[in-house]
């Protein structure tokens, strides 16, 4: 397996890599997640900007847990799947970062 490494222009990075002993070793620095309430005010929403992903939770803990423990089954799946984060970092759709930050939302 070659080395993945990447860098967005805000910073973002990915990187994949080989631990000594053989296991595989995935690093994730610097993305930017907005998190904001559910229209309906009863959920929360996380947002990830340089990574397509989203979870959801009843309390701000509650997302921000289920956004680190998603993310890190997303990655899992991303080796299992395609042997390496190379499709991993990504932005999300510019309809979804503007419907994130605009206030009327």
Do not use: C
Request: glycine share 8%; net charge positive; proline share 6%.
């Amino acid at each position: 397996m070659a080395v993945v490494n990447k860098v967005t222009k805000s910073g973002a990075s990915a990187y994949q890599g080989i631990h000594p002993d053989g296991r595989q070793v995935v690093d994730i620095k610097n993305i930017r997640v907005v998190i904001y309430p559910y229209p309906n005010g009863k959920r929360w929403l996380a947002q990830g900007f340089q990574i397509d992903y989203i979870a959801q939770g009843k309390t701000i803990d509650d997302v921000k847990s289920a956004f680190e423990d998603g993310l890190a089954a997303t990655i899992h799946q991303h080796l299992k799947i395609h042997g390496d984060i190379e499709k991993l970092l990504r932005p999300a759709p510019d309809e979804i970062r503007l419907r994130v930050l605009d206030p009327r939302f």
